[in-house]
């Protein structure tokens, strides 16, 4: 009889204790799931600012742009959308090899319908980020369409035209106010003492529910090793440190220290030269000896890592051009010299929580 009612208490205790750390983990879980940044296109023609429409025969080509201004860390959509005919054909723009001042980060494909006229709508849509600031121009685009019932082939043309978008610095509205701020002093820890308990309490519960659910799924599961280009992770690492706002919390020589480290990374990871752990007179010395940059590529470097020492060791102010500058010149180095033929592994990469949506 004693057996019995202790294992039934034991297994009600067990399922008071897993209730708790369910209860812990959905919370945590909601906190988390309201800053997942949404990558979703917009949806309807509303919903872009920009709209423009050709025509040209049996064949209506639009192109959306759902932003005309946006600042270096945005990204915009681009949708083509064409509506054709019963028994044409078209073909999509290629647009990979036409934009000089974007990157496609993401691409989608509805899939094609039939409008109230018995017409074919295609739509292509694809996510851009920029490399640098200024003004630009996403390029005219040419679709290309033709009859299918005809046997010789012949094509048609339907051109668009070129439309501008600024992207506007990372400085925003601080250019004519940055000041490097002074260490900040020291601050006195909180001395509620219960309120730590129980905070202390609920991460030690959260923590065995984890470590439980982990142990449970460890067998089952396969882990699957995750590769990037050195680039690809560059850019993530860009993205994030523009994400902290620096420049904006005049904490300039942190922003050197950071983007300074990133292009080091990158270097490493790129061309498998030690660049993190040297000096800079060090690394400099080194790549003069190699072939693995061009002239150019060793001028820009040279350009960046001088003037990142300046800031970080000889406490020069660099003034709001210098600094974006400095921000451009990093980015343009990548965007020169990126390639995939070398591949990192990511897979236990838990530092940097890198992102995983680019394609």
């Not at 208490?9 to 209860?23: D, E, F, L, P, V």
């Not at 060791?313 to 400095?326: G, K």
């Not at 965007?335 to 033929?341: H, L, R």
Request: aromatic share 10%; glycine share 4%; with cysteine.
């Amino acid at each position: 009889m004693s057996n019995r009612l202790s294992n039934h208490y034991n297994g009600r205790s067990s399922k008071i204790a897993m209730g708790i750390c369910a209860g812990f983990a959905c919370v945590i879980f909601l906190s988390f799931a309201g800053c997942k940044k949404s990558d979703q296109a917009p949806s309807g023609a509303a919903a872009f600012e920009i709209d423009k429409s050709y025509s040209r025969g049996p064949l209506t080509a639009h192109i959306r742009i759902d932003k005309s201004r946006i600042t270096i860390a945005d990204t915009l959509w681009l949708e083509f959308q064409t509506v054709i005919e019963a028994g044409y054909e078209v073909n999509m723009p290629k647009v990979e090899g036409l934009l000089e001042h974007f990157g496609i980060v993401d691409w989608q494909n509805p899939g094609d319908r039939l409008d109230a006229n018995d017409n074919v709508v295609s739509t292509y849509r694809y996510r851009l980020e920029p490399f640098l600031s200024g003004k630009f121009s996403i390029p005219e685009f040419t679709f290309e369409f033709r009859d299918a019932n005809e046997s010789n082939g012949k094509t048609y043309q339907l051109a668009t035209e070129p439309v501008d978008i600024e992207v506007t610095s990372l400085l925003g509205e601080q250019r004519g106010k940055l000041v490097i701020s002074d260490i900040e002093d020291v601050v006195d820890m909180p001395t509620n003492t219960a309120l730590w308990w129980i905070l202390s309490v609920a991460v030690i519960v959260a923590s065995a529910g984890g470590v439980w659910l982990y142990s449970r799924r460890k067998k089952a599961r396969e882990i699957v090793r995750i590769f990037k280009a050195p680039h690809e992770i560059a850019y993530e690492r860009l993205e994030r440190l523009i994400r902290r706002d620096l420049i904006k919390k005049a904490k300039v020589k942190e922003f050197y220290e950071a983007i300074s480290d990133i292009l080091r990374r990158y270097i490493e990871d790129r061309f498998e030269l030690r660049a993190p752990e040297r000096t800079t007179e060090e690394f400099l010395s080194e790549i003069r000896n190699t072939s693995v940059l061009s002239d150019n590529d060793r001028r820009a470097l040279t350009e960046f890592l001088t003037h990142c020492d300046l800031v970080k060791f000889a406490r020069h102010s660099p003034t709001t051009e210098q600094i974006q500058h400095t921000f451009d010149l990093a980015k343009n180095f990548i965007e020169q010299t990126k390639s995939e033929e070398r591949k990192i592994d990511v897979t236990d990469n838990t530092e940097e929580k890198l992102v995983t949506n680019r394609v």
